[in-house]
């Protein structure tokens, strides 16, 4: 089922997704001794982090993991594994959690049979994905025509490395590991997090997009 759900303003808007995310979490812990959810980087989800972090939320039966991560140090700038740190940073539990995507392989590509052995540990059910979406029409690290996205969107494998296209978008940071479209798929929840009205119109676009390489989230929208 899908459900659509526009907010007048930031502040009721966040509110509600914490509210709507932590009783995903609430529902699924009650049958489950330990959960996971996928959690997205970038700035347009940082007010949620920021009501979670203040939450008493048991984190130790919480597994958080990460949607997608550029290839880089978790010490560096664009590192999303390094901004949940740094905003959860006074939740031992959730930090102990955390699974990131980055290793010590010198590329994603080498790192993909060792990232989804970490994933394949995770506690299920994945109780949420939360995705964004970009205004060239990609999710997670799905971008337009990057090279594996074909193989992400087929593989059965939960993680799925790719490099994107060069674009104002990704700057030059274009190698990734990602989640694949059968990893988002396997969420029980998927949410789709997107502000402003040129965001609305590509959101639009995607609800009948056939091309899915030019516009990678329809192949989530269109489930």
């Not at 812990?29 to 996928?38: D, F, G, M, N, R």
């Not at 959730?94 to 540990?121: I, P, V, W």
């Not at 396997?186 to 402003?196: E, M, N, S």
Request: charged share 15%.
């Amino acid at each position: 089922m899908h459900f659509e759900y526009v907010y007048p303003d930031p502040d009721t808007l966040f509110t509600a997704l914490h509210n709507y995310c932590v009783k995903a979490l609430q529902t699924d812990l009650e049958t489950e001794a330990k959960v996971s959810c996928y959690l997205s980087g970038g700035s347009t989800p940082l007010p949620l982090y920021a009501l979670l972090a203040r939450s008493e939320l048991p984190w130790q039966r919480i597994c958080p993991a990460l949607v997608d991560e550029r290839w880089v140090a978790v010490d560096h700038a664009a590192s999303n594994e390094g901004m949940l740190r740094k905003h959860f940073s006074q939740q031992a539990d959730f930090l102990t959690q955390l699974k990131g995507m980055k290793t010590g392989h010198t590329t994603a590509r080498d790192a993909e049979s060792a990232c989804n052995e970490l994933y394949a540990t995770l506690p299920q059910p994945v109780s949420f994905c939360l995705l964004g979406m970009g205004g060239d029409g990609h999710t997670a690290s799905l971008f337009p025509h990057a090279q594996g996205l074909t193989e992400a969107f087929q593989t059965t494998s939960t993680c799925k490395s790719l490099t994107a296209l060069p674009s104002v978008v990704t700057g030059s940071l274009t190698e990734r590991m990602s989640l694949s479209l059968a990893g988002i798929l396997q969420a029980k929840r998927i949410v789709l997090l997107f502000t402003g009205k040129q965001k609305w119109e590509i959101y639009q676009k995607a609800l009948h997009c056939s091309d899915k390489a030019a516009m990678p989230v329809s192949a989530v929208r269109q489930q």
